[in-house]
């Protein structure tokens, strides 16, 4: 298949097109520095057989996949109010960022840390070493690395040489990984030492690949891989050029069925999706072109705001990390990163007490729950932890459940950010708890670009308890690279405007307010009934013994399918079958969605991104309740 345009209009931007300044429509290298055009040094030439690691190895590094299809295809620009005739790229925020606070703190991991002036000069140096390697505007760089001042360098390097940054799940085996970064047309990545073995494996196929840059982690080192220290010492800094917000970004989403999608987010789309939910919370400006970011972010120290530490926990190879950090960079902030490759709760509260942490992004209570014993743990021990800095916890993508807030805010006056989003939109809703005000779980405010429609596109009528698609419009993303079937399917033509569409239902209250029932393709039908997972687990969790649950459907002669909890219990916590149904009962839910059968097992595992296996759910249960 060939790429989806990412040409369409986006009627729900109510200003004119207009193309931006600086933008090139074809595969030239218009507005690129001489350094962008130097040949390939004999320093970065690759020695494996074949040479397929070497500049030139691959397929051209203008064409997408060997077919001749032009780089950057002409395209249509939306100018927003906020943007006017400027043009918003990353690389040109940071660098403004970093000109007016280069003393100040970027990346914290361990005892590593760099200034926003270090930052600014390594990731300067890494762009010169992509662009030794032949890269330039739209070259895919693709990042197979764990939590990192790595991961934050080797986007922003990408930005600056107009490529396009590419995520990698570090979870993926050889397969998907495969299947990604040929998909992506990725011509570089990026990966820590540890997981070289898959990298081995699969460089083989990909044709298109000129290098791969190996992060040390104390891994052996792969055979015929640059290494990411050395390109940095050894090359000169980039110089500056001239960009496009047009530049694109890819997020690669799995989803719930199906191999990874890219989703192609252009850098000004996605940067004022962000920065709308950023300067206006702090009392900032926002900015009228990329070098107001730098004043703006000194300007917040000295009105004497504390400055940002931003700690994501989660993943940045997902939306959640990847979004909350640019955030937090707009305002200057410092980014921390764990050490550890698996979520340990308690490194993570020992990090925020050393570093001062005052945000935080988690994935709901896949996140929140573990954090919340090792608080508990700490304080029986009589060695409770230090969480006086953190102001803001930060969570997207699963259900955080309001006593699990709650339980947050009775230890520290925090703010609970509670955002509905996924890597197809940003502000499709939101649910903000403060101290001494209720607390509430899946009720969100719905965004100022969102709504709830029919299939039809008819705006569902609040109070009507008719259950609707959830929508945000405005800056949404082009589309999925190269699927232009499942872009259709997600970004849609509804009633006159353009909306991205992910999937997930929800009805709205008389207040305007939404409550959140989940995913449409892993709903369950009970005798004619749709219920939706993500309700029932929130009842299942009212019960203090569960850790996690995951609710499917399994067959069942009379209804079709019958409701099935897949539960674990919390370390040395018991629950039987009949205690947990009373808690769903107590919870409130509706008869036809409780639970017919309850299945016990040790753990519910969960992606890094906190998301549930649902196919592993009712494949378990349907065992278990065979025998």
């Not at 840390?113 to 990731?123: A, Y």
């Not at 040390?216 to 800094?237: F, M, N, Q, V």
């Not at 191999?259 to 004022?272: A, I, N, S, T």
């Amino acid at each position: 298949m060939t790429r989806a345009s990412p040409s369409s209009s986006n009627k729900g931007t109510s200003t004119a097109a207009a193309r931006l300044p600086g933008t090139t429509s074809c595969g030239g290298r218009g507005g690129e520095s001489s350094a962008t055009r130097r040949r390939t040094s004999s320093r970065l030439r690759c020695r494996r057989s074949g040479g397929r690691w070497a500049h030139g190895g691959g397929a051209p590094a203008r064409a997408v996949g060997g077919r001749g299809i032009r780089c950057r295809p002409p395209r249509t620009l939306i100018r927003s109010a906020y943007a006017q005739a400027v043009s918003f790229d990353f690389a040109s925020v940071f660098e403004s960022v970093a000109d007016a606070l280069p003393d100040r703190v970027a990346l914290v991991r361990g005892d590593r840390r760099h200034t926003w002036g270090e930052f600014d000069d390594r990731s300067a140096r890494l762009a010169g070493a992509l662009s030794e390697l032949g890269l330039g505007p739209d070259s895919k760089v693709a990042s197979y690395l764990y939590n990192s001042n790595e991961y934050v360098e080797g986007l922003q390097a990408t930005f600056k040489m107009r490529g396009v940054p590419v995520n990698v799940n570090y979870r993926y085996l050889e397969d998907e990984l495969a299947y990604l970064l040929d998909n992506s047309d990725a011509e570089v990545v990026l990966f820590h030492g540890s997981l070289a073995e898959q990298v081995d494996a699969v460089r083989g196929r990909l044709p298109r690949l000129k290098a791969a840059v190996q992060v040390d982690d104390g891994s052996p080192h792969l055979d015929g891989a640059l290494t990411y220290e050395e390109l940095i010492a050894d090359t000169k800094p980039m110089e500056r050029i001239d960009r496009s917000g047009d530049d694109y970004l890819f997020l690669y989403t799995g989803g719930t069925t199906g191999m990874p999608k890219g989703v192609m987010w252009r850098q000004e789309d996605l940067f004022w999706s962000l920065a709308e939910g950023v300067y206006p919370l702090v009392g900032l400006p926002l900015p009228e072109r990329p070098a107001d970011c730098g004043p703006t972010a000194r300007q917040s120290a000295e009105q004497g705001l504390p400055p940002v530490v931003h700690l994501p926990a989660s993943p940045l190879m997902h939306g959640t990390g990847q979004f909350t950090t640019f955030q937090s960079m707009f305002l200057g902030g410092t980014i921390v990163t764990l050490e550890s490759r698996s979520f340990d709760p308690d490194e993570l509260w020992r990090v925020v007490a050393r570093e001062r942490v005052t945000n935080m992004a988690i994935v709901g209570d896949a996140f929140a729950k573990p954090m919340l014993r090792a608080l508990e743990d700490a304080e029986a021990r009589g060695e409770p932890y230090d969480i006086s800095s953190v102001a803001l916890m930060i969570s997207s993508g699963v259900i955080w459940s309001a006593p699990v807030k709650q339980a947050f805010m009775e230890r520290q006056p925090m703010i609970c950010y509670d955002s509905l989003g996924s890597s197809e939109g940003v502000g499709f809703a939101n649910s903000i708890s403060v101290p001494g005000a209720e607390t509430k779980t899946a009720k969100f405010a719905i965004g100022p670009h969102a709504k709830v429609l029919t299939d039809e596109g008819r705006e569902v009528e609040p109070g009507s308890e008719e259950i609707g698609l959830l929508a945000v419009g405005g800056r949404i993303p082009a589309g999925y690279y190269k699927d232009p079937e499942k872009s259709a399917e997600t970004f849609r033509e509804l009633a006159g405007h353009r909306w991205s569409v992910p999937g997930d239902y929800a009805t709205v209250a008389a207040d305007n307010t939404i409550t959140l029932l989940g995913r449409g393709s892993v709903s369950i039908n009970s005798g004619g009934e749709k219920i939706y997972p993500e309700e029932v687990e929130e009842a299942v969790k009212h019960h203090p013994a569960v850790a996690d649950s995951v609710v499917v459907g399994v067959p069942d002669e009379r209804f079709g399918e019958a409701v099935t909890a897949v539960v674990s219990l919390r370390p040395g916590a018991s629950a039987s079958e009949d205690d947990i149904m009373g808690a769903v009962e107590a919870s409130g839910l509706a008869r036809f969605k409780r639970p017919r059968h309850v299945v016990m097992v040790d753990d519910v595992p969960r992606a890094p991104n906190g998301k549930a296996d649902y196919k592993w759910a009712q494949t378990t249960a349907v065992d278990r309740l065979a025998t």
